[in-house]
């Protein structure tokens, strides 16, 4: 997610010569929401922060004023670079960017559910960056079209803005899936049964209730340099880290709670206990060697006749 930020304000928002009023607005909506609405580093927040502040009292941009913001990033650590692991096709043309920032989006609608500013507002800044900023014109395109078509704009609640954007992700999937894609990563609707068995029947008929709760696990949950997996308790917004135990989410629509594992393990703990064990197996080999050589030099000698 990081290297879609990355990419998306070095490349495309770096394409601009002169924004005009509404694509300040817009680039100002989009990175606030940006660095509300993830689960970054302390240190990438502050990161973030200081394009953030950088952009807060300005009435007007250039592309000169632009590079000097990203250069005071920069000096505080703000990568230049993105490399797109996750998100590697199996041609240099395929996934990447465009991969990174759909998942970008909806991370930023599930981490800003029913907390500030909320679901609607990261909706509405995914809809100002890519009218303004996104450079795949026909992709822009048909995505304003889409949003127009299904009334983006006018939602007023954030489980449905979480919705309806997936519903807009898969109306995508399915219009690109008759064209020449990555062969080892075809355009599904998602979630495939293999993730959700509870979220489509046979027949590919989706369950929303299912599917929101699915997404909300699926993308509020991240790996921290610890291991821990952390999420978002949807109650009331605030954040924890968790281990390996049950988180409740509840949907406003459907009376009834959805009990969802975290299922991560919990990585930095059984690295700790592998070496631990490791350690003591080498500790008992050495003290078994030195007792052999103590018993083998106690033996007495006896010659053969």
């Known amino acids: 997610m990081q290297s879609a930020i990355n990419t998306a304000v070095y ?28 689960s970054w580093t302390l240190q990438y927040k502050k990161q ?38 996750g998100c590697k096709g199996s041609r240099s043309t395929t996934r990447g960017y465009t991969c990174g920032l759909w ?16 679901s609607v507002s990261a909706l509405r ?20 079209s889409m949003a127009e078509r299904m009334k983006l704009l006018e939602i007023g609640d954030d489980q449905t803005a979480i919705l309806a954007f997936w519903e807009a992700h898969n109306q995508v999937n399915h219009r690109l899936s008759t064209e020449t894609h990555d062969p080892y990563f075809p355009k599904v609707q998602f979630p495939p049964r293999s993730l959700c068995k509870r979220c489509s029947d046979t027949t590919g008929q989706f ?3 299912y599917v929101f709760s699915f997404l909300m696990r699926h993308y509020r949950k991240v790996l921290t340099p610890f291991g821990k997996s952390r999420s978002v308790n949807v109650s009331d917004g605030d954040d924890e880290t968790v281990g390996n135990k049950a988180v409740e989410y509840k949907t406003r629509v459907a009376g009834f709670r959805v009990n969802t594992e975290i299922e991560d393990p919990d990585v930095f703990g059984a690295s700790v206990m592998f070496m631990l064990v490791l350690g003591a197996m080498f500790c008992l ?11 083998n030099c106690r033996r007495p000698f006896y010659s053969s006749v």
């Open 48 to 85: 973030l922060g200081r394009i953030r502040s950088g952009l807060d009292d300005l009435s007007s941009l250039n592309n000169t004023a632009w590079a000097g913001i990203l250069s005071h990033a920069a000096q505080a650590g703000f990568p230049q670079n993105s490399t797109f692991l």
């Open 11 to 38: 490349m495309e928002v770096g394409l601009k010569t002169d924004f005009t009023a509404e694509e300040l607005e817009n680039l100002k909506n989009f990175i606030s929401v940006v660095t509300r609405c993830g």
């Open 207 to 209: 369950n929303t209730d």
């Open 125 to 144: 800044a995914i809809h100002g960056y890519i009218d303004s900023y996104f450079t795949c014109a026909h992709c822009r395109s048909h995505f304003l």
């Open 103 to 118: 998942i970008l989006f909806h991370t930023m609608l599930t981490s800003c559910y029913n907390t500030a500013p909320g």
């Open 285 to 295: 080999f050495l003290l078994l060697r030195r007792k052999l050589r103590v018993f």
